[in-house]
């Protein structure tokens, strides 16, 4: 009798657990979606910023290049242009070591949460 009691409080409390579990997967669900999304947009708005410092440091090379050949007495100014290009094309490396990577980084941990909770849900349903 009191093994009944026990196994039928115990599945009352699972029940319940269950039940206190599915709002939090669904709520966890829907953020790792919206973060997929953010992840997604920022991935796509940092490429062209990207591919703008390439070609800004690709224009200052040719500037450095041809005031080289025209103006050799401009030393100086020469050298501030090819610390300016370096420091864009640092700029560049940076934002590719920062922001590109770690996104795509997390844009494969979200892909790999999300599908983890569908197997999981999939496989709580059909155990049942």
Avoid: N, Y
Wanted: charged share 25%.
């Amino acid at each position: 009798m009191s093994v009944e009691i026990s196994l039928t409080v115990i599945a009352v409390c699972i029940a319940l657990i269950t039940i206190g579990v599915i709002p939090v997967l669904l709520a966890l669900r829907r953020t790792f979606v919206q973060a997929e999304r953010l992840v997604e947009q920022v991935r796509m708005q940092t490429a062209p910023l990207v591919h703008d410092a390439t070609q800004i440091a690709g224009d200052l090379r040719h500037i450095v290049k041809t005031m080289e050949k025209e103006l050799p007495k401009v030393s100086d100014s020469i050298e501030s242009i090819r610390r300016t290009a370096a420091d864009v094309h640092e700029f560049e490396i940076m934002v590719r070591e920062r922001i590109e990577q770690p996104l795509l980084d997390l844009t494969a941990i979200i892909a790999g949460l999300s599908k983890g909770l569908v197997i999981f849900w999939r496989t709580l349903a059909h155990k049942k």
